[in-house]
Each structure stands twice: as structure tokens, then as C-alpha cells.
């Protein structure tokens, strides 16, 4: 929830800091990109190093490296200072994303991974709302610092955190922790038994030797890899455009502040539905089609957008491009994990992240250009939508049919328990 909420406190704030700071929009839109570029970083680091010392350790990490530096914001006194404090912020925000993704899907039962992954990602979009409405409560009383300040609470929860959540299993293996990977598969299913001599290895091919990022374009993954790269980069562009320019595209159709605060909180509301849904979706009829649909849809709603009408029809379309491009990210985060091998689920989520960050980092420039070259209302929501177009396409390129390797077996007894992939089958 935070996590998003770090992500949309910029767009939420950004008509007071242009007339505080009297930025242009380039330099108001180039600001923005720095939290994105710092995650581009934080994804591509953070996703394979957690693939080596734990998805546990390094969310917790991150979790406090965030938290920490959006509190410092607030006492940011130029944008020189704030875009700094953003960029270290966004080193850690984007180390969680890909090993929350990747430590959920673990856990999920084969069926219900999808929904799983996209009701716990459907807290970013709670974020994204919780921000619209603190802006709308605190803007006008305590400044913008304050939104800021409110960021830094995560860091109340790590000891919680640090107790509750699991680690995983595969880290387990690699660590040869058999007592803490017995507790977890007798969660998993009670009625398994061992004895004392039991030990648990990875039965694979690969193991752990060799890069993990390499292995993303092994075993005929190469070219969907770089078609998961695309689309990640179309549909971050999307959210982090108009989760940046969202309100102040509406200030220049006429509407009051508050007003266009509350598109971008109606804008995160559709995207929690739009998760949830579309997980569950996934699940029963296809990911892949799933996401093919909702592209076209958020292009549609999109370009309907540039025409002015009806408030009620407004909010109606935000509501659709919200679940058709911020849920189509996290069913896309879903369908990354799935699609890769658990010994480099963290890597491939990771990456695809920091690829897709490159389109966030170009959404907000993007939109800083768009509205400094004064184009109409229609044309400034149509460049929003293409990207949409683009993805579509190259989902639909996907392989899905490629090799699954990883199993675990009790060595000692010779007695093969289940590989990861049935664990994941089993009804918990």
C-alpha cells in the first residue's frame, strides 16, 4: 500500500510544487522521473541479488530504505534536494515490487495464483487512493510536506514484518536449512511426514550455477522475454504518465483542484477492481488473453477521455483506464512470475520491472512535453493511449510453451516429496 502511495503522493502534489517552486512542465515532468529511475535501478539490482541472500531480507531492506527518504522529503527546501531524496527512495521501491510479486506466487496455490498476486498488489492502487485523499484533506492545512511525512510510517511496521513473513523456500534449500523448510511444507500440507535424516535439494537441471538473468533467454524464453519487456514499458508508461499529469491535465480542462484530485483517486479505485477481477480471470480463462483485453480497453477509455462530457461519464472512464492499466500491471506482474522458473522468478519479475521503468521514467517527460506544447485535451489523452495498442501486440507474441524445471525431494530417504510446482497445486 505504501509502495503506491510513495508513487502517486508526486502526482498529488505536483500543482503546488510548480507554483511553489515556479517549475516548467519538462522540469516539473523530468522531477518526477527521479523516484522512476532510482526504481529502474532498485529492480534491476535488488530482483537477482534477492535471488542469492533471501526475498525476506531484501524487502525488509527496501522497505525501510523507502520509507526512510520519503520522510526525508519533507524537508526538502529546492528541487535539487527533493529530486535526490527521491531518486534513494525509489532505489528501494523498486526492490520490493519484484519480491513481493515473487514471494506471493511462491506461496499461492497453483490455482489461485493470479487472484492471490493481484490482491496483494491491489494495495499499490489503495495507495494510490489513500494519497488522492490525504491531498484533498492536508494539502490545503498543512502543506504538501505533510503527504510526505505520512510516508515514512512503514517504517512502524518492520518489526512486525520481520517476524511474520516467510521466507523462500527455494533460499531455504539453498541454505541447507532443513528445519525451517520441513515447518514450511507441513503448513503447506499437515499430512506430510519426515524423519530425522531427512535433507531437501533442488532437483534440476540448472540448480543454482550460472547467471540468472542470462538464464531469462535460456530454453526458447529469449524472444517472450523481450516481448514481456515491451509491455511492461507501454503500461508503466501509461500509469506513471497520467498518475503524474492525471491532475494537472484536468486543471488545464477547466476543472478545480479538488476536482482533479478526485479523478486520480476514482483512477486507482477502477485499478483495484481491475486487479482483482482480472486475476480471477486469469486464473479460470487465460492470463494472456486477460491482458490483451484489458490493453485495448485502457486505449479505449483512454482516447474517449479526450472528449469532454458528463462528469459521472468521466469518472466512469478514469475508472476504466485505471483498471485497465494499473490492474493490467499487476496481472502483468503475476504473469512475469508464473512464467518464469522458481530459481529466477525474483530475476525475471525484476527485470522486467526495471525495463518496464524505462516507460515510467518516459510517462512523466512525456507529459511535461505534452502539455508544454499546448495541444488539446484529445490529442495530449490519444498519446497516452497508443502505447496500450503497442502492448496488446506484444503480449500476443508471447510463447507460453516452454519448459518447467525445479523439484524438491527428500534425499536421504529416497522418498520424493513434490516438486515446487505440485506444492503449488496443493489446497492449503
Not at 53 to 59: L, M, S
Not at 172 to 198: C, H, M, T, W, Y
Amino acid at each position: 500500500m505504501f509502495d503506491g502511495y510513495d508513487l502517486v503522493i508526486y502526482g498529488s502534489a505536483i500543482p503546488i510544487l510548480i507554483k511553489e517552486w515556479s517549475l516548467t512542465p519538462t522540469q516539473a515532468g523530468a522531477l518526477g522521473s527521479y523516484a522512476l529511475i532510482g526504481m529502474m535501478f532498485g529492480a534491476l539490482i535488488f530482483g537477482p541479488l534477492a535471488d542469492k541472500i533471501g526475498r525476506k531480507n531484501v524487502i525488509l531492506f527496501c522497505l525501510a530504505l523507502f520509507s526512510f527518504f520519503t520522510f526525508l522529503i519533507g524537508f526538502s527546501n529546492g528541487p535539487g534536494q527533493f529530486g535526490i531524496y527521491r531518486f534513494i527512495a525509489g532505489l528501494g521501491l523498486g526492490g520490493v515490487m519484484p519480491n513481493a510479486v515473487a514471494l506471493t506466487t511462491e506461496y499461492s496455490p497453483k490455482p489461485l495464483k493470479s487472484t492471490l498476486v493481484s490482491i496483494m498488489f491491489s494495495g499499490y492502487s489503495l495507495g494510490g487512493m489513500l494519497s488522492a485523499g490525504l491531498a484533498i484533506l492536508l494539502l490545503p492545512k498543512f502543506g504538501w510536506q505533510s503527504l510526505f511525512f505520512v510516508g515514512g510510517l512503514p517504517l512502524l511496521f518492520l518489526p512486525i514484518l520481520y517476524k511474520t513473513l516467510p521466507e523462500s523456500s527455494n533460499f531455504l534449500l539453498a541454505k541447507s536449512n532443513a528445519e525451517n523448510i520441513k515447518k514450511v511444507l507441513k503448513r503447506i500440507n499437515p499430512s506430510l511426514q519426515f524423519q530425522d535424516g531427512d535433507s531437501f535439494v533442488i532437483s534440476n537441471k540448472e540448480k543454482q550455477q550460472g547467471i540468472s538473468v542470462v538464464k531469462l533467454f535460456h530454453e526458447k524464453r529469449a524472444l517472450s522475454t523481450i516481448l514481456l519487456w515491451i509491455s511492461f514499458f507501454m503500461c508503466l508508461l501509461m500509469i506513471y504518465g497520467l498518475n503524474t499529469w492525471l491532475p494537472q491535465l484536468m486543471l488545464e480542462s477547466g476543472y478545480p483542484i479538488n476536482s482533479s484530485l478526485m479523478f486520480l483517486l476514482v483512477l486507482n479505485l477502477g485499478a483495484i477492481f481491475g486487479a482483482i477481477f482480472g486475476g480471477w480471470l486469469a486464473d479460470r480463462w487465460s492470463a494472456k488473453k486477460v491482458l490483451i483485453l484489458f490493453f485495448v480497453l485502457g486505449s479505449v477509455s483512454l482516447t474517449l477521455l479526450g472528449f469532454k462530457g458528463h462528469i459521472l461519464f468521466l469518472y466512469f472512464l478514469i475508472g476504466i483506464a485505471g483498471a485497465a492499466t494499473i490492474g493490467t500491471q499487476i496481472i502483468s506482474n503475476a504473469y512475469a512470475s508464473n512464467y518464469y522458473p522458481l530459481t529466477i522468478r525474483s530475476s525475471g519479475v525484476g527485470w522486467a520491472l526495471g525495463i518496464g521503468r524505462l516507460g515510467a521514467i518516459v510517462g512523466p517527460i512525456m507529459g511535461g512535453v505534452l502539455l508544454s506544447m499546448q495541444l488539446s485535451t484529445f490529442q495530449n489523452f490519444l498519446a497516452f493511449a497508443i502505447p496500450g495498442i503497442i502492448a496488446a501486440i506484444s503480449v500476443s507474441f508471447i510463447n507460453e510453451h516452454q519448459p518447467q524445471s525445479a523439484s524438491l525431494e527428500s534425499s536421504e530417504s529416497s522418498t520424493k516429496l513434490s516438486t515446487i510446482e505440485n506444492i503449488e497445486n496443493t489446497k492449503v
